[in-house]
C-alpha cells in the first residue's frame, strides 16, 4: 500500500530535504511543476485550453511553474490568481517573474465553462481554517459547472489530515499527489472530492528509520 503522510509528517520531509538535505525548496517546486505536466502530457486529459488558478503560497507557486512549462510546451494556458498576487509569498513572486518572462497569459477573472482543464493550485497542504466565504462561493459554483479539475498535491479546501471540508472544497477529477498522498485525500469528503490520486516523486529526501503515524 502506498504510505499516507499527515500535514506535520510531510512539513517535516519537506524541511529536512530543505535544511538538511540542502535541496533548495526552488528544486522541489520545479520538480512538483515537472512532475504535474508528465501526468498532463501522458495523453489522459484535453490540454485545448488550460486555467491555472493560483493561491499565493507554494501551492500556487507549483501552479505557476506549471502554467510556464505548459506554454514552453506550446499548450494554451491562462494564469489567473486567487487573492492579491501582491501578498503572495516570495516562491510564487519568483515564479511569476520567470513566467511573465515567458510570456505565459494572465486573466483577473474567468468563465469556469470555457477551459478543457482547470489546474486547482489554489491551496496545498498549508490551508488552516474554513475557506474565505467568497472563495467557498466560487468552489461551489465550479463544482455545478462540472469541468474537469486536476488538483496539485490535495483539492483546495480538504484538510489534508481528516478529508474534512474547509467550508468547501473544489472537486476534482485527479489529483496529483506529491512525494506521498495526503491522508485526507482518503478519508471522509477528501476521498470523493480528490478523484483519482496520482502520486509523483519529487525528489524529497526522507530521513531513514522515519516513524510514519500511519502503518
Ligand atoms: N515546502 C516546499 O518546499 C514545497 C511545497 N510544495 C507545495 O506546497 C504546498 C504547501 O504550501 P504552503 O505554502 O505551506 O501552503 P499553501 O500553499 O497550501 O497555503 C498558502 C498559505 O495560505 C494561508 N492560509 C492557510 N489557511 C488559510 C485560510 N483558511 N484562509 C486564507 N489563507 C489561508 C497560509 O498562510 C498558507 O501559508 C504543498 O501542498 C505542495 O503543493 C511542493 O510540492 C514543493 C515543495
Ligand atoms: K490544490
Known amino acids: 500500500m502506498t504510505q499516507l503522510v499527515t500535514r506535520d509528517e510531510m512539513q517535516a520531509i519537506e524541511a529536512y530535504t530543505i535544511h538538511e538535505a540542502g535541496l533548495s525548496a526552488d528544486v522541489l517546486t520545479e520538480r512538483a511543476a515537472m512532475a504535474a505536466m508528465n501526468v498532463l502530457a501522458a495523453g489522459r486529459f484535453d490540454l485545448s485550453k488550460v486555467l491555472v488558478l493560483a493561491g499565493l503560497g507554494n ?3 507549483d501552479g505557476v511553474a506549471l502554467a510556464r512549462l505548459l506554454h514552453q510546451a506550446k499548450i494554451p494556458v491562462t494564469l489567473q490568481f486567487v487573492g492579491n498576487v501582491n501578498r503572495a509569498n516570495q516562491a510564487v513572486k519568483d515564479q511569476l517573474k520567470a513566467a ?19 489546474i486547482d493550485a489554489i491551496f496545498g497542504t498549508g490551508l488552516h481554517d474554513d475557506l474565505p466565504e467568497g472563495l467557498q ?17 490535495i483539492p483546495t479546501g480538504i484538510n489534508a489530515d481528516t478529508g474534512d471540508m474547509y467550508g468547501a472544497a473544489l472537486k476534482a477529477k485527479a489529483t496529483i499527489a506529491f512525494g506521498y498522498p495526503k491522508a485526507g485525500v482518503n478519508r471522509s469528503n477528501g476521498k470523493k472530492m480528490s478523484g483519482r490520486v496520482i502520486t509523483q516523486d519529487i ?8 516513524d510514519f503515524s500511519i502503518k
Open 59 to 61: 501551492n500556487g507557486a
Open 100 to 118: 511573465t518572462a515567458c510570456g505565459v497569459e494572465r486573466a483577473e477573472k474567468s468563465d469556469f465553462k470555457e477551459p478543457s482543464l482547470i
Open 137 to 153: 462561493k466560487m468552489l461551489k459554483a465550479a463544482n455545478h459547472i462540472d469541468n474537469t479539475v486536476v488538483a496539485l498535491d
Open 203 to 210: 525528489g524529497l529526501i526522507t530521513p531513514e528509520n522515519f
